[in-house]
């Protein structure tokens, strides 16, 4: 088999807003706009000189040889598609990868898509690596925004995000100042709040609320789908995290049509939402605990 290792940087691009898209306007209406909205990425990708790889469902996979390239794509990206009904998450990472049979593997290929996926709808998330292979003045325009941990992996990841023109963070996990020094940054105090049926929870910062089966949790949820010990809500450094560590897994909903599956992984929450362990929150049977995180 044929194939090639190389240095690059690796963009990957997930629309977010088809599902009510196609609900609303049928589908074949819906899956016009939606192609028209992947063919404007790849033109993108394609006009910064970028290589796209492929298209699963959704998302754009490409790679740049040069970061400051594809930071440039993934601004006029992040442009245009604010201008419809369709938005995207994207994760950007830099590495060496492995490109064979048509398309790319290797760690940085996995630890992309899983920046894609944390990224809230219309956010770019953004790895030190990349980060690192950017000169100064690039860097100037990325803040740093938290320590995240992916699925798999042992350390602790430092992840970036863009900083608008206007000053203020092109994400809602946070605002910070115009220092990427973390012990320049006043921590955010914020209050979170849970929600299932006449049972309501809440924890403050190094606080934790545990959900699951066992009645040694905070919040009960007696189904036979839901694990004894199923997740976990935690606020730490101003963040607000669900640690899901069960056998059947967890919807987490954090808008319209952003509802993401997680298993034996963290995800940070931002605003607020619902998650349903075990099934989807669309189901019958699912129960759904409602969350609120507040600033205090």
Same mark, same amino acid.
């Given at each position: /088999? @044929?194939?090639?290792?190389?240095?690059a940087a690796?963009?990957?691009?997930? #629309? #977010?807003?088809?599902?009510?898209?196609?609900?609303?306007?049928?589908? @074949?209406a819906?899956?016009?706009q939606?192609s %028209?909205c +992947?063919?404007? /990425?790849?033109?993108?990708?394609?006009?910064?000189?970028g290589?796209?790889?492929?298209? *699963?469902?959704?998302? $754009?996979?490409s790679? !740049?040889?040069?970061?400051?390239?594809?930071?440039?794509?993934?601004?006029?990206?992040?442009?245009?598609?604010?201008?419809?009904?369709?938005?995207a998450?994207?994760?950007?990472h830099?590495?060496?990868?492995?490109r064979?049979?048509?398309?790319?593997?290797?760690?940085?290929?996995?630890?992309?898509?899983?920046?894609?996926?944390?990224?809230?709808?219309? &956010?770019?998330?953004?790895?030190?690596? !990349?980060?690192?292979? +950017?000169?100064?003045?690039?860097r *100037?325009?990325?803040?740093?925004? %938290?320590? /995240?941990?992916?699925?798999?992996?042992?350390?602790?990841? %430092?992840?970036?995000?863009?900083?608008s023109?206007?000053?203020?963070?092109?994400?809602?996990?946070?605002?910070?100042?115009?220092?990427?020094?973390?012990?320049? $940054?006043?921590?955010?105090?914020?209050?979170?709040?849970?929600?299932?049926?006449?049972? +309501?929870?809440?924890?403050?910062?190094?606080?934790?609320?545990?959900?699951?089966?066992?009645? &040694?949790c905070?919040?009960?949820?007696?189904?036979?789908w839901?694990?004894?010990?199923?997740?976990?809500?935690?606020?730490?450094?101003?963040?607000?995290?669900?640690? &899901?560590?069960?056998?059947?897994?967890?919807?987490?909903?954090?808008?319209?049509?952003? &509802?993401?599956?997680?298993r034996?992984?963290d995800?940070l929450?931002?605003?607020?939402?619902?998650?349903?362990?075990g099934? *989807?929150?669309? +189901?019958?049977?699912?129960?759904?605990?409602h969350?609120?995180?507040?600033?205090?």
């Amino acid at each position: /088999m @044929d194939q090639e290792t190389l240095l690059a940087a690796v963009l990957l691009a997930d #629309v #977010v807003g088809s599902t009510p898209l196609y609900e609303r306007i049928g589908d @074949d209406a819906a899956l016009l706009q939606v192609s %028209d909205c +992947l063919d404007a /990425m790849r033109a993108i990708v394609a006009q910064h000189g970028g290589d796209f790889i492929y298209s *699963k469902g959704d998302d $754009v996979l490409s790679l !740049f040889e040069s970061p400051e390239a594809a930071l440039r794509a993934v601004r006029q990206i992040s442009h245009q598609l604010t201008k419809g009904p369709l938005i995207a998450r994207i994760g950007l990472h830099f590495g060496t990868v492995i490109r064979a049979r048509g398309a790319v593997f290797g760690d940085v290929v996995n630890v992309t898509a899983r920046l894609s996926t944390t990224a809230n709808p219309g &956010e770019v998330l953004i790895s030190q690596s !990349f980060f690192e292979a +950017l000169s100064a003045g690039s860097r *100037k325009s990325l803040r740093l925004l %938290d320590k /995240m941990d992916f699925k798999g992996k042992q350390e602790l990841f %430092d992840v970036y995000t863009l900083w608008s023109g206007n000053g203020v963070l092109s994400t809602q996990i946070t605002t910070r100042g115009t220092t990427t020094d973390r012990r320049s $940054v006043p921590q955010r105090q914020i209050h979170l709040v849970i929600r299932y049926g006449d049972q +309501l929870r809440s924890c403050r910062n190094n606080e934790s609320v545990t959900i699951g089966r066992s009645e &040694e949790c905070n919040i009960v949820v007696e189904r036979p789908w839901v694990s004894r010990h199923h997740a976990t809500f935690t606020v730490s450094n101003g963040r607000a995290r669900l640690v &899901e560590r069960s056998s059947s897994g967890t919807f987490v909903s954090m808008g319209p049509g952003h &509802e993401v599956f997680v298993r034996r992984e963290d995800i940070l929450l931002f605003g607020s939402g619902v998650i349903s362990p075990g099934l *989807k929150s669309s +189901l019958g049977d699912a129960q759904v605990l409602h969350y609120e995180i507040v600033s205090d």
